[in-house]
Structure formats: C-alpha cells, structure tokens
C-alpha cells in the first residue's frame, strides 16, 4: 500500500484582500508573533500530528492537534445546507466524511477544513465546477498537485449582514468519485455587539492554519 503524500511546498496560497477581510488589527507585536510561530512549530511536528482514515474512500490526513475531526458538518448563516461539498446542489447525493474544525472557533470566526466525496453521475460531471454565483471577483479557476494528483482549486466567498464566508475549493476526480476539499473561513463582525467582541483569530491564520492541515493529505493505492 503506497501513500502519497503533499510538498509542503504546492501551498503558498492567498487569502483574496476584500470585504472578508479580518476584522483584526494588522500590526502584531513581535514577541506576540515570536510566540505564535513557536507555538505552531511545536503543534506541526510530525510527532504531534493525529490521524484520521477513511477507508470507504481510500484516503487520510495527518493533521496538527490544534484542529478537531468531526464527522459531520455543522450548519451556519451561509452554510445553511450539510451537504458533502460547499453550495451542494439539493439533489447532490455525497458523503460528508471529515471535518477538521480550528480550536478556539466560535460565531465571531470559525476555521474548517471539509472532505466530502460523491460517487453520483451527475456530481462527477459538475466536480471541477465552481459553483454557479459564488465565486470571487477577478479569481480564476487555477490547478494545484495535491498528494499525488492533480486538483482543480477556486475561491468562492458570500457577504452581508455583517456575516462573511471565504473559502477556497479543491476538487479531483479519482477511481470514480468526486472528492471536494473545502477551507472555510466564516463568521459575523465583532463591531455589531455592545461592547464589541473580539474574535478567537484573524482570518489570515485560519487558512494557514488549515492549509498546514491540507498538507497531511494522502491517497491509498
């Protein structure tokens, strides 16, 4: 059994700078950061990474301990569905296998990473398609290798009610299935509550968080 495994190299990826931006301050102390990045060093060791399998679907991920793995995937103000990939069709049939959830998520700023896969005809026809009306201004479709295989990635993104969603999408098709890999990042604005609430973590660390995560992805064969 062979495991392929991601360069941590094929993720320099960026967050789009527009309305979904952190409602954090930019400057950060440089002992505050020195501590942070120590912190994150130790918790990406491979000695701290955890585990979780899917054998139905033949993959895994080695992922860092300061994200939890669900096996369901919780609803939201944009996430109104549970479906197995972001903005599902309703007549989708999928698999919501994992999600690893950033410690310290709340209302305010919630970090996700979400594997769904779906062995329906019409999912695999539709798998490297962004869904219709959400995607980014001026982002193009693009294409990443990932554990071995060549991903389709888009970002797509909502707004309003001072509630925000970003993500950026991976898609692949493999041994007949569509596998959809979802970070999102979501949450509301702390400048709508008296006194005004600070949330958990910018969005910025949130996907570096999960991206660190995505690393850990790999197939069986």
Same mark, same amino acid.
């Given at each position: ?129 962004? *869904? %219709? ?6 982002? /193009?479709?693009?294409?990443?290798? #990932?554990? &071995? @295989?060549? !991903? ?46 600070? *949330? %958990? ?6 996907? /570096?968080?999960?991206?660190?995560? #995505?690393? &850990? @992805?790999? !197939?069986?064969?």
């Amino acid at each position: 059994m062979l495991h392929y495994r991601l360069p941590a190299c094929l993720l320099t990826l960026c967050v789009s700078t527009n309305a979904l931006a952190s409602t954090l301050p930019s400057e950060v102390p440089v002992a505050a950061t020195s501590v942070a990045s120590a912190a994150s060093a130790a918790m990406d060791s491979p000695s701290a990474l955890k585990r979780f399998t899917s054998k139905p679907f033949g993959f895994f991920i080695d992922y860092p301990p300061d994200l939890e793995a669900r096996t369901r995937f919780d609803s939201s103000y944009f996430l109104t569905s549970t479906a197995w990939r972001l903005y599902a069709d309703p007549k989708e049939k999928g698999a919501p296998v994992v999600a690893l959830v950033l410690n310290g998520s709340n209302d305010l700023t919630r970090g996700e990473l979400r594997v769904g896969v779906s062995r329906a005809a019409e999912s695999i026809r539709t798998c490297l398609q962004p *869904p %219709p009306g959400y995607q980014l201004p001026m982002q /193009r479709v693009g294409h990443v290798r #990932l554990a &071995g @295989l060549n !991903f389709t990635t888009f970002e797509v993104g909502d707004a309003g009610m001072s509630h925000r969603l970003n993500a950026r999408s991976y898609r692949v098709e493999r041994a007949g299935a569509c596998y959809a890999i979802d970070l999102i990042v979501s949450g509301t604005s702390g400048d709508v509550y008296d006194p005004p609430r600070t *949330p %958990p973590f910018s969005d910025d660390y949130a996907f /570096r968080r999960l991206e660190r995560a #995505l690393q &850990g @992805l790999g !197939f069986f064969q």
